[in-house]
């Protein structure tokens, strides 16, 4: 079988699949039925011949030698001969040939679309019509009552399964441009996502492990010759040996966690760590990273700030939920630490819940639920709205057919209209209930379900209570759209549920009344009724060989999207993790590498003034970097800041960064640098340099702060070092200050 490559493909595989089902088992049965009660036909040999024709053209149509509607056609000669057999013979209500005409509409509309179904339909239901009248010698009321219903009949259900299936369809193709709208998204705005996700994750590993290691040397927090200092030195020195060649580590386990938490100088007990270590190493490798340094943050916490040595780390299996607990200081307000990780816990796909109590300690408690599954029940998504075309189009057929059997008979008395508005109350009633519970819930509830099966039960009570008079085979004339209403009740019920203990009460209860019926009858009556309830069992049967077919198909349609998707997804964030490699950023990273390894050789130099110096130095052009996320500068921009660092480190000079977003362009940038490096050049060995960049987008605003005695000899030539488009340009040397002000045309307009 050939796997669809969308839900419409899938939707109409299965009805394809349905139709060919119901055109050859439904003849099948309706060979054997009317075999089995054979009426004095004139030449039964054409019944046998035209059944045998349909036979082979049925096997052709299934193999693909011959086109679908040439089944159609030949199913519909064995209805016609039939009919006009039938009335030749006498019969006086040739209700089979109603029925012959009733299921080839129905195949009709799972075959067809909605005017070609109709068109068929209506066009076998006359040909057959207008045989049964021919063949009669002299047609009576009976005769023409069966005439008339017949197309009323089978136009009627080819309209309701064909608008059904319609909205299938329609659901499909929504669901497939929903999923061609995802994989055809923008490839900018992908990549600029990915590039600010990747960015982000560079950024806080940069923060949680390389910066505040540097910090703690510079500040002289390290000074212990412990074993515990060479080996986070060691780690934080192969961390960013790792940022520098793949911009992040590739699998990270729970065990870094448990080593984090030794280096930070936290005990960590474990509850179910096997069982956490499977699920996340099931888990794609970008969601892992994030899940461990979520966890990794949340020890580095309990060792700076909450003074406990020790803490549990459990994993419950049940609520996917992992949690670190410690006894210590507490919080009286968690939200800033919630906050901090907010954006490591959106970008992990997960939920994160902080209860903490001043002096009690604190529990962080991240939840990993399983990333939603793409795959969708097109069939489920339809089926309210296939079941209100059905129920409203058969309920109208219902009506119609009353009135034409009522009006052939001539009789309008109260005991042969009241049966017929009770049963029509009743399905109406039972149907309603349905539709409206269709689609709140993927199965009906409890209320719906008896209430359905009530008014199956008060359906039969009325028909059994029903005039008999003209009765064959225990068939009432008024009532004769009874079966097709508790039909019409059953597919309904496939529709919107589809369990088979939903259905098969249904049935069974159908079935039990039909023997009933059957009680006292001619033994002749058995093939045919059992044939018509047959035909309706085929009906329901079709339903829910759609439905089966139609979840499982548009399942693995969905599958098949939700895969491309994934694929393409995990595509940006490679190429958004290889463009981090253009930027600039591993040259600076080597410097931090060379003094984390320097002291994780020998520990004892975390003690020199030098080593502590150069140590701050990095800390702040490390600081001043992860600052500048994607969303605030171009890898282009990152490149120009990278040289301003450099130009500092050679001078001696910290540097702190601040930009808003929006508003550093590549041209802006170049602008801001070329500022930076002369007020570094202007600097001696020591001196702090702060450098903020603010909006508005269309006049931006640059403000150093320096030592004055830098940006006074910085003052002396400001007139040559004056940036083309400036407004405004000010140097204060007493206060340190440089401010700047553009209202450049073409930075206004995106440079």
């Known amino acids: 079988m050939t796997t669809p490559r969308g839900h419409a493909a899938g939707v109409h595989r ?58 159609l056609a030949s199913w519909s000669v064995v ?39 109709l068109a068929a339909s209506a066009a076998v239901s006359l040909t057959t019509a207008t045989a049964v009248l021919v063949a009669a010698q002299s047609p009576t009321s009976a005769l023409w009552s069966i005439a008339v219903q017949t197309p009323i009949y089978s136009v009627s259900v080819a309209a309701a399964l064909a608008l059904a299936f319609r909205e299938l369809r329609r659901v499909a193709e929504q669901a497939d441009d929903q999923a061609r709208a995802q994989l055809e998204a923008d490839r900018t705005v992908q990549r600029k996502e990915r590039a600010l996700e990747a960015a982000r994750r560079r950024a806080r590993t940069i923060h949680d492990t390389i910066v505040n290691t540097l910090g703690a040397i510079a500040t002289g927090r390290i000074v212990s010759s412990d074993p515990l200092v060479a080996r986070r030195c060691a780690e934080d020195a192969r961390m960013a040996d790792l940022l520098r060649r793949s911009a992040a580590p590739q699998c990270p386990s729970v065990d870094d966690v448990i080593t984090h938490a030794a280096a930070v100088g936290v005990r960590l007990q474990t509850a179910d760590l096997a069982t956490l270590s499977r699920r996340l190493g099931a888990e794609q490798s970008w969601r892992r990273r994030e899940v461990i340094s979520i966890l990794r943050e949340a020890v580095t916490n309990i060792g700076k700030h909450a003074g406990a040595t020790q803490a549990r780390l459990s ?194 209860m159908t079935a039990a009344a039909i023997v009933a019926m059957l009680i006292g009858t001619e033994s002749d009556c058995l093939g045919s009724t059992l044939g018509l309830f047959a035909t309706d069992l085929l009906v329901i049967g079709a339903f829910y060989l759609l439905r089966r077919q139609t979840l499982r198909l548009s399942t693995v349609a969905a599958e098949h999207h939700g895969d491309q998707i994934r694929r393409r997804e995990e595509q940006e964030r490679i190429a958004a993790e290889d463009a981090l490699h253009d930027d600039g950023f591993a040259a600076t990273l080597e410097f931090s590498k060379d003094i984390l390894q320097a002291v994780a050789d020998r520990p004892e130099r975390a003690r ?36 301003a660092i450099d130009a500092a480190r050679s001078a001696g000079v910290r540097i702190s960064v601040h930009a808003a977003p929006g508003v550093l362009n590549d041209e802006y940038a170049g602008i801001v640098v070329s500022t930076l490096r002369q007020i570094i050049a202007k600097c001696e060995a020591g001196d702090d340099v702060s450098l903020g960049v603010f909006g508005p987008e269309s006049a931006p605003s640059l ?49």
């Open 703 to 751: 403000i150093i702060v320096a030592p004055p005695p830098a940006v006074e000899r910085y003052a002396d030539a400001t007139a040559a070092a004056m940036p083309p488009g400036t407004a405004q340009f000010t140097v204060t040397p007493g206060l340190g200050l440089i401010e700047m002000r553009w209202f450049d045309v073409a930075h206004r307009s995106g440079g």
């Open 315 to 508: 994993y419950d299996a049940q609520s996917s939920t992992v949690t670190v607990r410690d006894d210590g200081a507490g919080m009286a307000d968690p939200a800033p630490l919630t906050e901090a990780m907010a954006d490591r816990v959106r970008d992990a796909r997960a939920q994160v819940q902080i209860r903490s109590e001043a002096g009690h300690g604190t529990t962080v408690a991240l939840q990993i639920p399983p990333l939603d599954d793409t795959a969708t029940g097109v069939f489920e998504a339809a089926s309210a709205r296939m079941a209100t075309a059905v129920a409203a189009v058969m309920l109208t057929e219902f009506l119609v057919i009353a009135v034409v059997i009522t009006a052939f008979s001539g009789d309008w008395s109260s005991a042969a209209v009241l049966p017929q508005v009770l049963m029509w109350s009743v399905t109406a009633a039972v149907l309603a209930i349905l539709v409206r519970s269709a689609g709140r819930e993927r199965t009906l509830p409890v209320h719906a379900v008896i209430a359905a099966y009530l008014g199956l039960l008060g359906m039969v009570v009325v028909y059994h209570l029903a005039d008999a008079t003209g009765s064959v085979c225990g068939l009432k004339p008024t009532l004769a759209w009874g079966g097709d209403a508790v039909a019409t009740v059953g597919a309904i019920l496939v529709l919107v549920d589809g369990r088979f203990r939903v259905v098969g009460p249904a049935v069974g």
């Open 14 to 71: 299965a009805l394809t699949t349905a139709g060919f089902f119901f055109a050859g088992i439904t003849p099948a049965v309706q060979f054997a039925a009317f075999h089995s009660s054979t009426p004095p036909y004139p030449n039964p040999a054409l019944i046998w011949v035209a059944f045998a024709i349909h036979g082979a053209v049925w096997l052709a149509a299934v193999c693909g030698r011959l086109p679908a509607a040439t089944m």
């Open 79 to 117: 209805g016609i001969s039939i009919g006009a057999q039938m009335a030749a013979a006498g019969v006086a209500e040739p209700v089979a040939t109603r029925n012959i005409a009733l299921t080839i509409a129905a195949a009709t509309a799972m075959l067809l679309p909605l005017r070609q179904a």
């Open 608 to 643: 020199h003034s030098q080593t502590r110096a150069e140590a701050g130095l990095e800390e702040s052009y490390l600081r001043a970097l992860i600052g500048l996320t994607a969303d605030i500068a171009t890898a282009t921009a990152l490149q120009h800041f990278v040289g």
